[in-house]
């Protein structure tokens, strides 16, 4: 009778023990998985984030375009308006060198 309760013991034992090495597998492989999880999340997150920036520096861009294209239209406006002052101050400008002119060749 001694004999078949220490078989039952040790059977039992070995099932623990069996059961122990299947929890800590499984264990292990729900850590593992979990760790592959968060790396494919990490991954996709900077993935995102590129996606995100490279939107990010070309609205940039686009901005600093068009306030560099209305900066330069103004210039243009600004340009053609000084050219035009010239141009009508043109004839005016003309008709004063003549004048010192002649007053000096007409004083020697």
Request: proline fraction near 0%; hydrophobic fraction near 35%; avoid cysteine.
């Amino acid at each position: 009778m001694f004999v078949e309760e220490l078989k039952q013991i040790q059977e039992w034992e070995k099932e623990a023990s069996d059961m122990i090495s299947r929890a800590k597998e499984e264990a292990h492989q729900i850590v593992e998985g979990a760790k592959r999880e968060a790396d494919e999340k990490v991954m996709a997150s900077e993935k995102e984030a590129d996606s995100i920036y490279k939107a990010l520096v070309q609205e940039g861009e686009k901005e600093a375009q068009e306030e560099y294209d209305r900066h330069m239209q103004t210039a243009k406006e600004e340009s053609a308006g000084y050219i035009d002052r010239a141009r009508e101050n043109l004839d005016e400008a003309v008709r004063i060198i003549k004048e010192r002119i002649v007053n000096t060749s007409g004083n020697h």
